[in-house]
């Protein structure tokens, strides 16, 4: 089993849709989690970071399930410039560090 | 204030030809990373570095060294490249030790290995 795994897509929705994407990961030691946004032949941007209480940031929520160990992301009211692959990116400690490990990401195509 | 860059933004290679990949920072940030990307793979991490001086190995290490001689600066080196190299790497930065800080990343730079 991969340590993040994504359903790579793409999700297909019209503008003003409500799109959710999941991101499931292996290890239970894992401390934070993010979502990063990646434009076609852009480098990732953080869209937003993954609290455990959940959290959102306009038409955008995140949560965290540590139970059954997967995060979240739901768009609401979809534009066209949403379209864009999401990356779900979980940190784990390791020798006094975090590494950071990528899902593949999931597609996202918004269209009128 | 640039953030990251990365040098250089293209380049083609030959198989068993060497290069050097910079990637310089204004942040002033503590940790560096190099990744590659590839179709359908995600990014994997290379190799990272938690202070100027320090390296370590990431996911997929071999073929690739590393140097952080100073902190605003990460080099990645291919000594003889293999066209199981082509892809395109990114570097990131995070501020510190802290597992909630941000990642920020270069532009990229894409490699292709003939």
């Known amino acids: 089993r991969k340590e993040v795994e994504q359903d790579p897509g793409p999700f297909n929705v019209p503008e003003g849709a409500t799109v959710a994407f999941n991101c499931t990961y292996s290890n239970s030691a894992s401390q934070s989690f993010f979502w990063y946004r990646q434009d076609c032949r852009k480098e990732p941007k953080l869209l937003m970071s993954v609290y455990s209480s959940g959290n959102e940031d306009g038409r955008f929520t995140a949560q965290l399930n540590r139970a059954s160990q997967y995060i979240s992301l739901l768009i609401r009211d979809s534009k066209l410039s949403d379209s864009a692959t999401y990356l779900c990116?979980?940190?784990?400690?390791?020798?006094?560090?975090?590494?950071?490990?990528f899902g593949r990401g999931t597609s996202l195509i918004v269209h009128p | 204030n640039a953030g990251v860059t990365q040098t250089p933004k293209f380049r083609v290679l030959k198989t068993g030809q060497s290069m050097t990949l910079l990637c310089a920072q204004d942040m002033n940030h503590e940790y560096m990373y190099w990744y590659r990307q590839d179709p359908g793979m995600g990014l994997r991490l290379i190799h990272y570095s938690v202070g100027e001086g320090t390296t370590a190995k990431g996911e997929v290490p071999d073929g690739y060294n590393v140097s952080r001689l100073k902190k605003q600066n990460f080099l990645l080196g291919l000594e003889s490249a293999a066209p199981s190299q082509t892809s395109v790497y990114f570097c990131a930065v995070k501020q510190g030790a802290s597992s909630t800080d941000t990642q920020y990343f270069g532009p990229g730079t894409r490699l292709t290995v003939l």
């Open positions: 990116v979980v940190n784990r400690a390791s020798g006094g560090s975090y590494i950071p490990t």
